[in-house]
């Protein structure tokens, strides 16, 4: 009777172990392997763990400019201008001189025009155009001709003097240098003739 009281629960316990073992160790065998420690990406303590991509670098500008900025007709100005690519011309307008090519020199587009010789005081603008599409534009002044400083008049054609109007530069010197002449034959006759008087 003993024997058989105290198998009773032996018998019990032996056959719920298998189902305690499964069930301790259920969590285990759930759980994913373990995580290295480290910042966590999602965590917003102020630093951004998102990637972030490069910006591109800046083109150079595009621009054209004029110099000098005011000029009279008939003049030379020069032109210095910059594309996307300043490996390959460009070509620059206006209406105070027309269509001119700007060529690649130390990194940019430069060359020269010549202001049309009756082209009207004002301003002018000038368009640079590139081959890839950009465009940029700036002003030209152009003002009127200075005249050269007024010539004074002559003076009245009197007849006599520089400033008469009839007689030239030409003719002075042969005429003063015949009145010389005659002036030296006189006093010599003169003299001779004093000479024979006494």
């Given at each position: 009777?003993?024997?058989?009281?105290?198998?009773?629960?032996?018998?019990?316990?032996?056959?719920?172990?298998?189902?305690?073992?499964?069930?301790?160790?259920?969590?285990?065998l759930t759980?994913?392997?373990?995580?290295?420690?480290?910042?966590?990406?999602t965590a917003t303590d102020g630093v951004d763990w998102r990637p972030v991509a490069a910006s591109e670098p800046p083109g150079p500008n595009v621009f054209i400019e004029v110099s000098p900025g005011t000029?009279?007709?008939?003049?030379?100005?020069?032109?210095?201008?910059?594309?996307?690519?300043?490996?390959?011309?460009?070509?620059?307008?206006?209406?105070?001189?027309?269509?001119?090519?700007?060529?690649?020199?130390?990194?940019?587009?430069t060359g020269t025009a010549q202001v049309k010789d009756r082209v009207l005081p004002g301003s002018y603008r000038v368009k640079l155009e590139c081959r890839g599409g950009e465009t940029a534009s700036t002003m030209l002044q152009v003002v009127r001709t200075v005249n050269p400083s007024v010539k004074p008049s002559r003076g009245p054609a009197t007849g006599f003097g520089g400033g008469a109007g009839g007689v030239t530069s030409g003719l002075l010197l042969p005429a003063g240098l015949a009145l010389t002449i005659t002036g030296i034959v006189v006093w010599f006759m003169t003299a001779r003739r004093r000479g024979a008087r006494r």
């Open positions: 009777m003993r024997a058989a009281s105290v198998a009773a629960p032996l018998l019990a316990l032996a056959a719920v172990a298998p189902l305690l073992a499964v069930a301790l160790a259920m969590p285990f759980a994913g392997p373990a995580r290295a420690a480290g910042p966590d990406p000029v009279e007709p008939g003049h030379l100005v020069g032109l210095r201008a910059s594309c996307q690519d300043n490996s390959v011309g460009a070509i620059v307008i206006s209406d105070a001189f027309g269509r001119v090519a700007v060529q690649p020199q130390r990194g940019l587009l």
